[in-house]
């Protein structure tokens, strides 16, 4: 699966941002999907992920309460709703697709992990 993230851009501390992810291939609704980021100078990290049915989602600590993923697979779509947005959300977000659960992903290490689709990330950039 080929996917395709949009909707980064610079913005100030508290503000809100919505990230999409647009997704190509018919079996978009067979993949747990989720957001990962990458902040300069640190590893790779998991944001949120979403379970086919977008049921169930996980997210990290650190975005917990502020970040609502979700999706829809009538338009082989996934998003990210960013509120209250801080200095240390500021990363390049990637959207994922992979054969696994929504918790699985989660656990991750997405250093050198293949997964069944990666998009292009988009730049958030906040400032203080």
């Known amino acids: 699966v080929q996917l395709q993230a949009s909707g980064g851009g610079s913005v100030q501390a508290g503000d809100s941002l919505r990230l999409s992810c647009a997704a190509s291939?018919?079996?978009?609704?067979?993949?747990?999907v989720g957001w990962f980021r990458q902040a300069p100078g640190k590893e790779r990290e998991f944001v949120a992920s979403?379970?086919?049915?977008?049921?169930?989602?996980y997210y990290a600590d650190s975005v917990k309460g502020r970040f609502t993923i979700s999706r829809d697979n009538t338009k082989n779509a996934l998003y990210l709703q960013m509120n209250a947005l801080k200095p240390e959300d500021t990363a390049v977000y990637y959207c994922a697709a992979d054969g696994t659960t929504a918790q699985a992903m989660a656990r991750i290490n997405p250093q050198g992990y293949e997964f069944d689709g990666w998009g292009q990330g988009t730049q958030v950039t906040v400032s203080s």
């Open positions: 291939g018919r079996t978009f609704s067979s993949y747990v």
């Open positions: 979403i379970s086919w049915t977008g049921g169930s989602q």
